[in-house]
């Protein structure tokens, strides 16, 4: 049995954390937010997030951030990506050199341009930090449905430890030393299921949803390899696999905030139906940047950009996709 903490106790390491319980950890979860706080220790259950899925009462639910960063074998980061960075500024005066700490959220810091596992070291000078990412959605891990992951870390043993952890008959972890591959994929994911969610908001069909994430794991596989990543990374479950998941289910945010764009929201007003943190927006501009900084061509990211923020129409975007000059799929693929 391990001591486990998480940092955030939204749907995702609200599930995450019964999942652990349930493998017979001896679990702490920790919100800022002291309304949550109370409403898991009275409820016993997310009741906003996830209904009817209860905490097992060997749960320690703490709005005290001493108490949940001490003593622990292992600090789970499951706030929002907007978030990780306040959090971690935070919450290192409490956590020893050399912790092990999973980060579980995805994104990219838009005034730095760092992934999340980058910005925790950072903050947290010293510590262990690793990634844990693939299709998974919350509302389907709490209720035993099941799923794979990958965790990526810098050394074997920090990454098999969290995948023994982690691990059991509905939940499969695989480990990878690709760090950077992994966060990039999770993150950027987020992204092309806006546009995912724009198409559906237009009236698009398969043909549109397949056309997109295609072309999307493709753009993200450019950024990613220029940036250090493994090509077979984009081909997993944290690249094309939580690509798929999150462009195609009614559970992404980020899909169901892309619906209401593209049936003529603001992206302002989207976001607030949502009523969740919808970190594709968080993530645009960032993986706009990253494209420019590599000098790698990211026509669907730049299109998202000039919906979200420029006013450009769902449709004028989807019409300029369509019509760009013409070219080989592949451009090293050539006739001999």
């Known amino acids: 049995m391990s001591k486990v903490s998480f940092l955030g106790a939204g749907s995702w390491g609200t599930a995450l954390a019964i ?12 919100s800022k937010v002291q309304d949550e706080v109370n409403m898991l220790t009275e409820h016993r ?11 097992p009462s060997s749960i320690v639910v703490t709005g005290d951030l001493k108490q949940a960063c001490e003593g622990f074998d292992l600090i789970v980061f499951s706030v929002a990506s907007p978030f990780v960075r306040a959090t971690a500024k935070e919450a290192a005066a409490y956590i020893p050199e ?3 700490i999973v980060n579980v959220a995805k994104g990219i810091e838009e005034e730095s341009l760092l992934m999340l596992c980058d910005i925790i070291e950072e903050e947290i000078p010293g510590s262990d930090v690793a990634i844990l990412s693939g299709p998974s959605h919350a509302e389907e891990v709490s209720v035993g449905m099941p799923t794979t992951v990958v965790v990526g870390a810098k050394n074997k043993e920090s990454a098999c430890y969290i995948q023994e952890i982690f691990m059991n008959n509905r939940f499969r972890v ?3 030393p690709d760090v950077i591959g992994i966060e990039l994929g999770g993150s950027i994911k987020n ?41 077979e990374t984009f081909a997993g479950l944290s690249g094309i696999g939580d690509l798929i998941v999150t462009c195609t289910s009614e559970h992404s945010r980020n899909h169901n ?23 594709g927006v968080h993530s645009a501009r960032a993986a706009k940047m990253l494209a420019d900084k590599y000098q790698v061509s990211m026509p669907i990211v730049d299109s998202i950009n000039a919906v979200l ?5 769902a449709n004028d975007a989807m019409a300029n996709l369509l019509t760009r000059d013409r070219c080989n799929e592949y451009p090293d693929n050539v006739w001999s």
């Open 98 to 100: 050399g912790q092990r």
């Open 19 to 30: 999942m652990l319980a349930k493998n017979g950890h001896q679990v702490t979860l920790w």
């Open 174 to 176: 695989y480990t990878s």
């Open 309 to 313: 923020f420029d006013g450009l129409s």
């Open 257 to 279: 905030a892309g619906v209401l764009i593209g049936q003529g929201y603001t992206m302002e007003a989207a976001m607030d139906e949502v009523k969740q943190v919808v970190e």
């Open 45 to 55: 259950e997310h009741i906003h997030r996830l209904p009817g899925v209860k905490l």
């Open 191 to 231: 992204v092309i299921a806006l546009a995912a969610g724009i198409c559906v908001g237009l009236g698009c069909g398969d043909n549109t949803m397949a056309a997109l994430i295609t072309r999307g794991i493709t753009e993200i596989t450019r950024l990613g390899v220029a940036m250090g990543g493994n090509p």
